[in-house]
């Protein structure tokens, strides 16, 4: 069938369509209901049916024959480690280790909270919670003490797992610090903590609250699948938005893993048996879907590498991985391809590599830019697909659809809307608008299977957030264009969220933390453009009447804070003072002109502007002070 009347099929008739894609995986009980609405009066997939993520994910590949295949690759240059587990083994460690949770009281429903570096212990863990049907909330390891803190308050975890360290490059970074500060912070205590020694740097346990992972593992008995109904939750992932407040993306058990089962063919063309690797990082989405998850529940060999693009030891390591395990997909973000061409321009690394069973490259979470395009295409040759998606989705909005038929790639684009997806082009009225015009990319209602139905513990922050805005649309806080051939064209956010190293982070919260800073009147905070990172935030700092500080010394003291406050991962590296900050007559930062002035781009002033000089000092200021290049 072709992408046309696949496409149509899903858009004139969902229930029909998801119906059919629903049999791809094998239920405890088949849905009979298809599309319902919840108590919310939300769009609900397979309501009545019942299932468990992780048996699908690994008892019934067993069950298929399939017990002796690799079903995960652990690769791990910083510690100069590499393992393997077969479905067999795989299953036999997530079914010990959800014993071992099971008897720290665990239970379908409850959460757990994990912040791990990447260890396969993260995926047992995660897997366990889905076998337990308890509900697993990964941190990722970037995040300071505050962030963790703030989503052990939300999520509520009754266990928390997590590790001694993890290790950045060379660099070994101490969790069980940050851990036990974070729970010092929260206000919810947890029961437990299972904690993974690290031979490279163990910590101490806290009596009666920490548990060693091995000491606890040895002594449980493996647990059954809990069955549980397609709309429990399987994971809460929390994800950046305009306020200071991170959001608790939900995402359910059945249509998460129909559409992960789904876009394993559809999208990226893997088949039971093949070799995919998501080179990301299970605490963002990708490691989710792309890593854990789709790869799993299609039978496929999941790549865990723990390790950068660079640095761990070279530029070669992409390569190097690709090869030695014989990947067919790689998916990465475009940074990491820019962080390779940096440092091996020529793309000499690849060389000795065979790459002959590596057919596609997948990028996502920042925009692909078209030098970056340009040079893997030249040198690794093989088909590039640039796929737009959010947390939020748990996969592609749009991309070329490589296991159904993919077509020829318009530079810039994210090529054309999947299955499911009713992408639509609004204006600020919430009116479509005609082709190649640019608006707010929205999506009508239902969103299809494997898409957040609510956000955890505030249903109202869902509506006010995505559904509000246009009636019987879900808006995506991304802006774009479609173009006659239905080509989708993304140009960033219109919203206060950058993406950092394709990182998705709130401007809004760092400016929250910088204004507590003493000295600091007012600040601005806002994505500037960088060769390497596509974003770096940047501070535009007003200080309070009378203060007298060092401008070096307060750029520091802010890093740290954002550091201390959010973490490493903001990339926060650069503040400046400046006299006045633009804003329109009724009291509201002009935001975007300030990114627009210190990317050097051309701007109009909004007729509501209070006071149009303001502009020019701020240039001249940037300017100055080198932030801004002519
Ligand atoms: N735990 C603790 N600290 C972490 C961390 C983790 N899991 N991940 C990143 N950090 C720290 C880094 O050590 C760095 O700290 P520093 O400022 O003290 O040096 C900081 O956070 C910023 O990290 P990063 O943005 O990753 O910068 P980098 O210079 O270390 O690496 C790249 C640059 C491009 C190689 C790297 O960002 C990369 O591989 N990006 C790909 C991103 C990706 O896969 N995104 C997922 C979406 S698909
Ligand atoms: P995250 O929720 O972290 O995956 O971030 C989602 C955001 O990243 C989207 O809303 C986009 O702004 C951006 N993004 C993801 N993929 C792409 C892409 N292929 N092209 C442009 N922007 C992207």
Known sequence: MTY??????SITDPAGYWEKQARRIQWFREPTTILSKDNNGVDRWYADGELNTAYLALDYHVLQGRGEQLALIYDSPVTGTKQTWTYNELTAAVARFAGALSCLGVEKGDRVVIYMPMVPEAAIAMLACARLGAIHSVVFGGFAANELAVRIDDAQPRVIVSASCGIEVSRIISYK????????????KPSACVILQREMQPCDLIAGRDIEWTNLVAKAEPADCTPVLATDPLYILYTSGTTGKPKGVVRDNGGHAVAMKYSMDVVYDMKPGDVFWAASDVGWVVGHSYIVYAPLLNGCTTVFYEGKPVRTPDAGAFWRVCEEYGVKGLFAAPTAFRAIRK???????????????????????????????????????????????????????AGNHMGLEPVTVKAGSVTRPSPGFNVKILDSRGNPVANNEQGSIAIKLPLPPGCLPTVWGSHDRFVSGYLRTFEGYYVTGDGGYLDDDQYLFVLGRTDDIINVAGHRLSTGEMEEVVAGHSAVAECAVIGRHSDLKGEEPLGLILLKDGIEIDEEQLQKELVQRVRDRIGAVACFNQAVVV???????????????LRNIANNEDYVAPSTIDDPACLEEIEQTLTEKGVRKE
């Open 4 to 9: 046309q009347q696949e496409y149509k099929n």
């Open 177 to 188: 610090p940050i851990l036990d500060n974070a729970i010092n912070i929260a206000t919810h």
């Open 343 to 397: 440092e091996d321009p020529e793309c000499l690394l690849a060389k000795p590599h065979d790459l002959s069973k590596l057919k596609t490259i997948f990028m996502a979470g920042e925009r692909l830019d078209p030098p970056t395009y340009e040079w893997v295409m030249e040198h690794i040759g093989r088909p590039i697909v640039d796929h737009w998606w959010q947390t939020e989705t748990g996969w592609a909005i």
């Open 579 to 593: 006299q006045r900050l633009p804003k329109t007559r009724s009291g509201k930062i002009l935001r975007k002109i």
